[in-house]
C-alpha cells in the first residue's frame, strides 16, 4: 500500500466520524500489546503523542493487565500492513479515540475524554 493510499484511509474514517485529523505515518511508532492476534477482536485508545509515540495502544481481546508493565512493545504503525491491513484507517483518528473492530467487519469508534 503506498502512502497516498494509506493517508487516504484514515482520512476517511476522520471524515465518517466526524474527527480532526491527527494522520500516522508508516514509520510512526505505535504501542502493540503482545498478545496481538488479528483474527480476534482489536482493541486500540489513543493518548496524546509523546515524543516517541504516536499515542495508540493497540491489543487484542477486550481487557489487558494494566499491572503487566511490558505487556506493550513498539513497532511501527506499517506492520500492522502485513499483520492487519483493516486496522490502518483508524490510525488518523485524534486523541482521546477509541476502536473496538474485527477482521470479519465488526466497528465501534467512540471518544473517552479520560484519555486526554
Given at each position: 500500500?503506498?502512502?497516498?493510499?494509506?493517508?487516504?484511509?484514515?482520512?476517511?474514517?476522520?471524515?465518517?466520524?466526524?474527527?480532526?485529523?491527527?494522520l500516522?505515518?508508516?514509520?510512526?511508532l505505535?504501542?502493540?500489546?503482545?498478545n496481538?492476534?488479528?483474527?480476534?477482536?482489536?482493541?486500540?485508545?489513543?493518548?496524546?503523542?509523546?515524543?516517541?509515540?504516536?499515542?495508540?495502544?493497540?491489543?487484542?481481546?477486550?481487557?489487558?493487565?494494566?499491572?503487566?508493565?511490558?505487556f506493550?512493545?513498539?513497532?511501527?504503525?506499517c506492520?500492522?500492513?502485513?499483520?492487519?491491513?483493516?486496522?490502518i484507517?483508524?490510525?488518523?483518528?485524534?486523541?482521546?479515540?477509541?476502536?473496538?473492530?474485527?477482521?470479519?467487519?465488526?466497528?465501534?469508534?467512540?471518544?473517552d475524554?479520560e484519555?486526554?
Open positions: 500500500m503506498n502512502d497516498n493510499k494509506y493517508i487516504k484511509l484514515q482520512e476517511e474514517i476522520c471524515e465518517k466520524y466526524s474527527q480532526k485529523r491527527d500516522v505515518s508508516p514509520d510512526c505505535i504501542a502493540l500489546g503482545k496481538f492476534n488479528p483474527s480476534l477482536q482489536i482493541n486500540g485508545l489513543r493518548h496524546p503523542r509523546t515524543e516517541s509515540l504516536c499515542g495508540w495502544y493497540i491489543w487484542s481481546g477486550e481487557d489487558f493487565n494494566q499491572e503487566e508493565f511490558d506493550f512493545e513498539p513497532s511501527h504503525a506492520h500492522l500492513l502485513d499483520q492487519a491491513p483493516f486496522i484507517q483508524y490510525l488518523g483518528l485524534p486523541a482521546g479515540n477509541r476502536f473496538l473492530i474485527d477482521s470479519k467487519g465488526y466497528e465501534d469508534v467512540w471518544f475524554e484519555l486526554l
